[in-house]
């Protein structure tokens, strides 16, 4: 059974960090991209930051580029998201997803890429 575990979330003031964390199990880490996505109500559900089976290459998106970092260890079979100087507009649920790709492709960005999801952790930022 493939397994998806978010973790990590919470309240914290504007500028503040959080890591998240997503531990995998029941498939063979090292062979999937890892993804983050966030979802906010009433919005679309987001593609935040993405790594390459050994973290070689990442790929974060412009709302978050020099704010957050997308890392991996595929020892603990665990991708994390270390999220600094956040802002409220970061509030939203955030999942992560694994997707059996070719490397050729490179990082997918799309949330319809990914084969499996986690049920999400809640990131809430407050000014």
């Known amino acids: 059974q493939v397994q998806l575990v978010e973790s990590g979330g919470g309240l914290v003031q504007a500028g503040g960090s959080l890591r998240l964390s997503c531990a995998a199990s029941g498939l063979t880490f090292s062979s999937y991209y890892m993804g983050w996505f966030r979802q906010a109500p009433g919005k679309e559900r987001e593609f935040v930051a993405g790594i390459g089976r050994n973290g070689g290459i990442t790929r974060l998106a412009d709302s978050v580029k020099g704010r957050f970092t997308i890392s991996r260890d595929n020892a603990k079979n665990t991708v994390y998201l270390q999220m600094n100087t956040l802002i409220p507009e970061d509030t939203a649920v955030y999942y992560c997803?694994?997707?059996?790709?070719?490397?050729?492709?490179?990082?997918?960005?799309?949330?319809?890429?990914?084969?499996?999801w986690g049920q999400g952790t809640q990131v809430t930022v407050s000014s």
């Open positions: 997803g694994a997707d059996l790709r070719n490397p050729i492709l490179g990082v997918p960005t799309q949330y319809n890429e990914y084969d499996y």
